[in-house]
């Protein structure tokens, strides 16, 4: 058995099992297709389940991958061992219905004894106790030992997960020696020492559970195996777990070299360096397939793995941003098998550093809240209501902070946190949802012998068609009349079906007897053309002939806004850099709207060099051209492909001369010239990392400027003056004239204030050898609450202070405490966050001075009259 590298055992393995008939595919994206059972792909059956169940046929019968997988549920355990890891690599080979045990038992073995050269005596197989068709295929045909075959139960060799195929399972182990064992007598495969390792799994799927405890046998069988390549690379490569095997090691040593540790000296610092490693592998593959940070689902996953492994970059020394540079050494191990990388890499390294940069702006700040929080709480559990304030207002995410607490012995109070969460979700979540092509999803198995739609709408806007199929109230029908809302199905169309960014196109069906007003145009997987229409005169019928009608006019306006889609990406890249990448979009006739991966707003003149861009490759009258190639020519073209999607073998590219290739399956202009002119509206931000512009062509900018003009008109009108031309003088003039009042304003409310603080001191109330004044001031900012603290405190070294200041109906409360009144155990932090609370808010800060806010101002007289007691109970 010699030593093989990760990268060629991964080579070895699918070059084998294509020797034997499979057809190697790709690994699929980590992003679920058409699946929201699973936040991230975790099995390399995942993304097969649907050749298994046989809702899609598959290229071919027998199938061998490498799928990239992340498993979430260890995250807090990553690191503490070496034995877990969130991003792993399964290697399979699956048949759909054609060979079963006799094929995938003999070539298991031969993989490993013949191609991997493992010695049998180190090789045992567990079958499922009952199974003796699979004792008898291992012995008797395979030529394994009857002593090295271990029988287990159910829970074990039975791979089952709720209804559909399910079936007994063999399990490949390695024998690593008794130096590893635990040294009882009955230590043996299924031990849970290290000794014997559980590499491979070939799972034997010839049941089909009803979930009720019913199993009977599936007419077509299949296999379905798994073998972690990490881990097969450990036993390869004589190492005791994944952060030894050589891929993994050169990203651990990058990190050794930035931080200046070693790997093995110190406990502690082995686990910052394993957490490191294994979360900057994850995140680089999970950005490369198309996730985004966020603060939900598998964006999240992504930022929380990306900063705990920034926190630990701190905890070996690391005083910069250096998670970037690591994650080149992650692509360059693995660009190879996975090419993603490498041609994302501008955009992968980008986000990661921004990201990061992000993060250590918030963390300090957090760090030191949560400490002073931790010092004033005094109690083994922490708040769930400063738990939630560091996560909301300093971006501190709930899982570190959870994790500082534990290395402090607390915990925290998660239920409160989380009420805290919902409620904000609730508050913050718009009711927003797209009903249109969703809600026809269910209409697909009402078609299910209806053949595709042939698409005409490349090249014409008109066609004769036949009607192939009518869907009226979730039912299909025969036939429909005037005023019933129906989805049309028609055995070819010009109508293009919305998808890819792009609006479904509307427009009419007329028939010998009917006239429909198509709404919009959408598609089932299934290539049915769903016309969504309503029938304003006579009656429609199935098999009759019609002829469809694409509305003109409003196609062409969305093709202008589609191909000028194309030209901003372009122009983007060319202004921003490389790492630009299209986040999604909307062209309809109105605009276009085009999302893409940036990290901070565009400056005015970034917008003006875009803009110009465009309008010049419009005003040049370049071509536009659209055709069908292999996949592999279209990547040799360097024509883009949509961030983190995933294409068939043929695809459409639509190149425009010399300035722009996408892969992409809408309708576009022959030439640039017919889309007029360009105008972005807005630049804005959608999400972290990903930026928004919208702009409108043609008409749309007419429009815009017809709007405009119309404006300002009214606004010089407004100010009652002779000519629109003077309009930016006298508006700066009236800016400078509220500029002067409001200085006037803001002196006459300091001197108000500086007075009646002078009254409030000289009634100040003597609480156990300190003063305490309180008092409301409506109308009042912040800062200048606290500038009136510190002038409250500034007046007597015993002096205890708390304002409110209360504005569009909320309140802000700021607190000071001068030295004299410290040295007695008071408190300004804690004072202040027990009078928020009690107004229905939170807050905090340090003991001599600090701020909150309140909601409820019908509470915050009776919470400043507690003051007193307050500060009493604080008293040495």
């Known amino acids: ?47 097969m389940k649907k050749y298994f169940t046989g809702e899609v046929t598959p290229p071919r019968k027998r199938v061998t991958t490498c799928q990239k997988c992340i498993r979430t549920p260890d995250i807090e355990r990553v690191g503490i061992t070496a034995r877990h890891g969130t991003y792993f690599e399964m290697l399979g080979n699956f048949s759909f219905g054609d060979y079963f045990k ?48 271990v029988r287990l139960g159910k829970e074990d060799n039975f791979w089952e997960h709720g209804s559909g195929p399910c079936g007994p399972c063999s399990e490949i182990y390695f024998d690593r020696g008794e130096q590893y064992g635990c040294g009882s007598p009955t230590c043996g495969v299924g031990c849970d020492c290290d000794r014997y390792v ?46 030894l095997v050589d891929t993994v090691q050169n990203i651990m040593k990058h990190i050794c070299r930035i931080s200046g540790v070693k790997y093995g000296d110190d406990p502690k610092k082995d686990i910052s360096l394993r957490v490191i490693t294994d979360h900057i592998r994850s995140t680089t593959f999970m950005i490369g397939d198309g996730v985004m940070p966020s603060n939900e689902g598998r964006g999240y996953v992504l930022r929380r793995l ?6 630990h970059g701190r905890l070996l020394g690391i005083s910069r941003t250096f998670l970037a540079e690591v994650a080149q050494t992650v692509i360059d191990e693995n660009k190879n098998a996975y090419p993603e990388l490498d041609e994302k890499r501008a955009m992968i390294t980008k986000l990661i550093g921004v990201e990061e940069e992000s993060f250590a702006k918030t963390i300090d700040q957090g760090l030191q809240l949560l400490s002073g929080y931790i010092d004033n709480s005094g109690n083994k559990v922490f708040s769930g209501a400063d738990a939630f304030r560091l996560n909301d207002t300093y971006g501190f995410p709930i899982d570190l902070t959870k994790e500082i607490l534990a290395e402090r012995g607390m915990t925290v109070d998660e239920e409160e946190f989380q009420r805290l969460m919902r409620e904000q979700r609730e508050r913050a979540r718009a009711a927003r949802k797209n009903a249109g092509a969703d809600a026809w999803e269910g209409e697909s198995d009402l078609l299910e012998n209806v053949p595709e739609t042939g698409f005409l709408g490349y090249g014409q806007m008109e066609t004769a068609a036949k009607v192939l199929a009518i869907i009226r109230g979730g039912e299909r029908v025969q036939s429909a009349t005037a005023g019933d809302e129906v989805a049309l199905v028609l055995d070819r169309t010009a109508f293009y079906a919305e998808s890819g960014g792009q609006v479904g196109d509307t427009g009419s069906i007329e028939s010998a007897d009917a006239m429909l007003e198509v709404r919009n145009t959408t598609k089932n997987h299934a290539k049915n053309y769903l016309h969504h229409a309503v029938v304003t005169a006579g009656q429609i019928s199935v098999d009759e002939e019609v002829k469809a009608s694409v509305d003109r006019e409003k196609r062409l306006a969305v093709m202008r806004n589609h191909t000028t889609a194309h030209l901003l990406q372009a122009a983007l890249r060319r202004v921003l850099g490389d790492h630009v990448e299209q986040a999604g979009q909307l062209v309809n006739e109105k605009h276009v709207r085009f999302d893409f991966t940036h990290f901070s707003a565009l400056t005015k003149e970034e917008l003006g060099k875009v803009e110009q861009l465009v309008n010049q490759v419009i005003l040049s009258g370049r071509n536009v051209e ?31 001369g010399g300035f722009s290739r996408e892969f992409c399956g809408g309708t576009h202009m022959d030439n640039t010239a017919k889309i007029g002119l360009f105008k972005i509206l807005s630049e804005s931000s959608v999400a972290a990392g990903v930026r928004r512009i919208e702009g409108v062509t043609g008409t749309g900018v007419l429009d815009l400027m017809n709007r405009t003009i119309g404006e300002i ?40 204030a500086g007075i009646q ?32 603290c510190d002038k409250a405190r500034d007046h007597a070294p015993n002096m205890v202070a708390v304002f409110a200041g209360t504005r569009d109906g909320k309140a802000n409360i700021a607190a000071c405490v001068a030295k004299e009144a410290l040295a007695k155990g008071v408190n300004a932090g804690q004072i202040v966050r027990a009078v928020a609370q009690l107004a229905g808010g939170n807050g905090g800060g340090r003991a001599d001075s600090a701020m909150a806010g309140a909601k409820d101002l019908s509470k915050l007289d009776g919470a400043l009259a507690k003051v007193e007691k307050i500060v009493a109970n604080m008293l040495k």
Not at 223 to 236: F, K, N, P, S, V
């Open 198 to 243: 559980e590499f491979w799994n070939v799972v034997f799927s010839q049941f089909n559970s009803d979930g009720k405890g019913n199993y009977p046998p599936m007419e077509h069988p299949n296999i379905d195996t798994g073998m972690g390549l990490e881990r097969l690379a450990c036993i390869m490569q004589g190492v005791d777990n994944l952060f």
């Open 102 to 149: 006799h094929e995938a038992t003999a070539w298991a073995w031969e993989f490993c004894t013949k191609v991997l050269q493992m010695p049998v005596d180190k090789l045992w197989v567990t079958i499922y106790t009952d199974d003796d068709e699979a004792f008898e295929i291992w012995t008797r045909e395979v030529g394994v030992d009857p002593s090295h075959i």
């Open 626 to 656: 659209c055709r069908e190639m292999p996949i592999e020519e279209a990547k040799k073209l360097g024509a883009m492909a949509l961030f983190g999607e995933k294409y068939g073998d043929i695809v459409r590219v639509v190149t425009v």
């Open 713 to 752: 008109d009214e606004a010089a009108a407004a100010l009652k003056l002779n000519n629109s031309s003077e309009l930016v003088q006298k508006a700066a003039q009236l800016s400078a004239e509220l500029k002067e009042k409001d200085r006037t304003i803001e002196a006459l409310n300091s001197k108000l």
């Open 757 to 788: 603080i002078d009254s409030l001191i000289a009634g100040a109330k003597q609480v156990g050898g300190v003063q305490v004044i309180t008092a409301v001031f409506p109308g009042t900012e912040p800062d200048e609450l606290r500038a009136l």
């Open 1 to 47: 058995m010699e030593w093989t590298g990760l990268n060629e055992l991964r080579e070895k393995y699918l070059s084998f099992f294509e020797s034997k008939g499979h057809l190697r595919l790709q690994s699929f994206s980590l992003i679920p297709k058409d699946d929201n059972s699973l936040l991230l792909i975790n099995s390399g059956m995942a993304p």
């Open 306 to 311: 990306l900063r705990r492994a920034a926190r």
